[in-house]
T-cell receptor, first 109, second 115 residues
Framework: DQQVKQNSPSLSVQEGRISILNCDYT??????FLWYKKYPAEGPTFLIS?????DKNEDGRFTVFLNKSAKHLSLHIVPSQPGDSAVYFC????????FGQGTELSVKP | GAGVSQSPRYKVAKRGQDVALRCDPI?????LFWYQQALGQGPEFLTY????????KSGLPSDRFFAERPEGSVSTLKIQRTQQEDSAVYLC?????????????FGPGTRLTVL
């Protein structure tokens, strides 16, 4: 059973607009969440994280929101840039990570 | 080197062959993780080392999979009698103990294709 789910395999956004990537989880014991970005033929690169004691964390153009009651988190990218085109994974855990299936973001000029 | 390196980057094996995948973590990183990423999926945890001790191997899919890190630095993931379902990208990540989880650094992966 998939404990971390990303239900949208792909997302296409116009440059300059907001990208919203979503992630749901099932285990209420998870207390740390991360977003990774992955380009083809490269390993995942850490983007941003959030602890369960917070509901928002911001880093430049990237903001992660956590809704614990809904077991849902989202990554907002504003404004989106073509260089943001990649596969985005959400993950849960504090050492051993449990990943979602990924969402491929395409930002069109 | 500055990052996690893995070799080989690509490996093609005939079904039944044994393979060995190498991971060089970032110098000084105590923790090392192996993940398996099937096509179109997210990485899945295989095993975890702290120094030379393998503390968690709950994700290894079968006894054909074996990992070691004898000197607490370089790690090798060995797959015996490879099967087609072993075809995947194998990712290694290292982490400096005491750091927050977000400092888990991934290597580029080894893409294994079993024919």
């Amino acid at each position: 059973d998939q404990q971390v789910k990303q239900n949208s395999p792909s997302l296409s956004v116009q440059e300059g607009r907001i990208s919203i990537l979503n992630c749901d989880y099932t285990n209420s014991m998870f207390d740390y969440f991360l977003w990774y970005k992955k380009y083809p033929a490269e390993g995942p690169t850490f983007l941003i994280s959030i602890s369960s004691i917070k509901d928002k964390n911001e880093d430049g153009r990237f903001t992660v929101f956590l809704n614990k009651s809904a077991k849902h988190l989202s990554l907002h990218i504003v404004p989106s840039q073509p260089g943001d085109s990649a596969v985005y994974f959400c993950a849960a855990g504090g050492g051993k990570l449990i990943f979602g299936q990924g969402t491929e973001l395409s930002v069109k000029p | 080197g500055a990052g996690v390196s893995q070799s080989p980057r690509y490996k093609v094996a005939k079904r039944g062959q044994d393979v060995a995948l190498r991971c060089d973590p970032i110098s000084g990183h105590v923790s090392l993780f192996w993940y398996q990423q099937a096509l179109g999926q997210g990485p899945e945890f295989l095993t975890y080392f702290q120094n030379e001790a393998q503390l968690d191997k709950s994700g290894l899919p079968s006894d054909r999979f074996f990992a070691e890190r004898p000197e607490g630095s370089v790690s090798t993931l060995k797959i015996q009698r490879t099967q087609q379902e072993d075809s995947a990208v194998y990712l290694c990540a290292s982490l400096w103990t005491g750091a927050r989880p977000d400092t888990q650094y991934f290597g580029p992966g080894t893409r294994l294709t079993v024919l």
